[in-house]
């Protein structure tokens, strides 16, 4: 009995013991290496995706990712607002990353349907934007890239932001469009980028984080700095020479009567990624120009003015 007792512990614990080591090859080591295809859905997170190091190992972008130069290499996997899940799926990425907006979400549901993992983050502030760096770094097994870039951006920021503390506040309209007018609000990282840059957003609190305003708001809003978004970095000049034409309907508003209304190139403001620090000192620029490099400065982060 003992003998049979004996010999059916030493095959129970051969069967752990393999059933362990198993574990530890398809759990522990393969998910440290299993993540080596990925789909990322929207222009910022490629961006952290190329920063952390992780460029070799991405195998779709969208249309609209073109930063760094080698995610315009990449196959496309449909635009921003509409990817094409069938494309994805036949790239069998590892992992997919995209945002938690309606259009990309509805993707996310169909690609896990079909099996695939899917990181869906939601990048609306800055906080926000630290929390998705980290997640990334996470699901791809770099968390110490991920901690030490999360901490790079925000020392830059904060660098920034001690420098414009004590400076009087710049009254900022920021406009997103003019056909219909629509701004940015106070509930949006924008927002965010403005005060970090010693400027007030000129737009009382709404609920709208991008709210459509009339004529009356624009007057009273006592703008002292008009920054635009501009609809494609290329053209830039144009759209310079066309927002002086339309705001000079406003020579009321101290940012007309003082030639400060500036085109910026969107992409390194409106992507909340790595260049945001690039984006939020380009900005201060504007604002504080005495306090940073000046506008005609090569080596300075100006934006088009």
Same mark, same amino acid.
């Given at each position: 009995?003992?003998?049979?007792?004996?010999?059916?512990?030493?095959?129970?614990?051969?069967?752990?013991?393999?059933?362990?080591?198993?574990?530890?090859?398809?759990?522990?080591?393969?998910?440290?290496?299993?993540?080596?295809?990925?789909?990322?859905?929207?222009?910022?997170?490629?961006?952290?995706?190329?920063?952390?190091?992780?460029?070799?190992?991405?195998?779709?972008?969208?249309?609209?990712?073109?930063?760094?130069?080698?995610?315009?290499?990449?196959?496309?996997?449909?635009?921003?607002?509409?990817?094409?899940?069938?494309?994805?799926?036949?790239?069998? +990425?590892?992992?997919?990353?995209?945002?938690?907006?309606?259009?990309?979400?509805?993707?996310?549901?169909?690609?896990?349907?079909?099996?695939?993992?899917?990181?869906?983050?939601?990048?609306?502030?800055?906080?926000?934007?630290?929390?998705?760096?980290?997640?990334?770094?996470?699901?791809?097994?770099?968390?110490?890239?991920?901690?030490?870039?999360?901490?790079?951006?925000?020392?830059?920021?904060?660098?920034?932001?001690?420098?414009?503390?004590?400076?009087?506040?710049?009254?900022?309209?920021?406009?997103?469009?003019?056909?219909?007018?629509?701004?940015?609000?106070?509930?949006?990282?924008?927002?965010?980028?403005?005060?970090?840059?010693?400027?007030?957003?000129?737009?009382?609190?709404?609920?709208?984080?991008? +709210?459509?305003?009339?004529?009356?708001?624009?007057?009273?809003?006592?703008?002292?700095?008009?920054?635009?978004?501009?609809?494609?970095?290329?053209?830039?000049?144009?759209?310079?020479?066309?927002?002086?034409?339309?705001?000079?309907?406003?020579?009321?508003? +101290?940012?007309?009567?003082?030639?400060?209304?500036?085109?910026?190139?969107?992409?390194?403001?409106?992507?909340?990624?790595?260049?945001?620090?690039?984006?939020?000192?380009?900005?201060?620029?504007?604002?504080?120009?005495?306090?940073?490099?000046?506008?005609?400065?090569?080596?300075?982060?100006?934006?088009?003015?």
């Amino acid at each position: 009995m003992n003998h049979r007792l004996h010999r059916l512990l030493a095959i129970i614990f051969t069967a752990v013991l393999s059933f362990s080591m198993l574990g530890q090859a398809s759990g522990i080591e393969h998910r440290a290496s299993s993540i080596q295809r990925i789909v990322t859905l929207s222009p910022n997170l490629t961006e952290i995706v190329f920063t952390l190091g992780l460029g070799d190992r991405v195998v779709g972008v969208s249309n609209n990712c073109d930063w760094p130069d080698e995610a315009k290499l990449k196959p496309k996997m449909g635009t921003f607002w509409q990817p094409n899940t069938e494309t994805i799926i036949a790239a069998k +990425p590892d992992l997919v990353v995209c945002e938690s907006f309606l259009q990309h979400k509805e993707t996310a549901e169909v690609l896990k349907r079909a099996g695939l993992n899917v990181l869906s983050l939601r990048v609306e502030s800055i906080e926000e934007l630290f929390s998705a760096i980290k997640r990334i770094g996470q699901a791809a097994d770099c968390n110490d890239k991920a901690n030490r870039l999360v901490a790079d951006i925000n020392n830059r920021l904060a660098q920034i932001r001690a420098k414009t503390t004590p400076a009087k506040k710049v009254k900022v309209l920021w406009v997103m469009q003019t056909e219909p007018l629509r701004v940015a609000g106070v509930n949006t990282f924008i927002n965010e980028i403005i005060e970090m840059a010693g400027g007030q957003n000129a737009i009382s609190p709404t609920g709208d984080q991008y +709210p459509a305003v009339g004529t009356e708001v624009i007057l009273i809003c006592g703008a002292e700095v008009i920054i635009q978004s501009a609809m494609s970095a290329k053209n830039i000049p144009v759209e310079q020479t066309e927002a002086g034409k339309f705001w000079s309907r406003f020579a009321i508003l +101290p940012a007309v009567r003082d030639k400060r209304i500036y085109v910026i190139d969107p992409d390194r403001v409106l992507r909340l990624g790595p260049r945001l620090p690039e984006g939020a000192m380009a900005v201060a620029n504007l604002l504080h120009p005495e306090l940073f490099a000046q506008p005609n400065d090569p080596n300075g982060d100006k934006m088009q003015k």
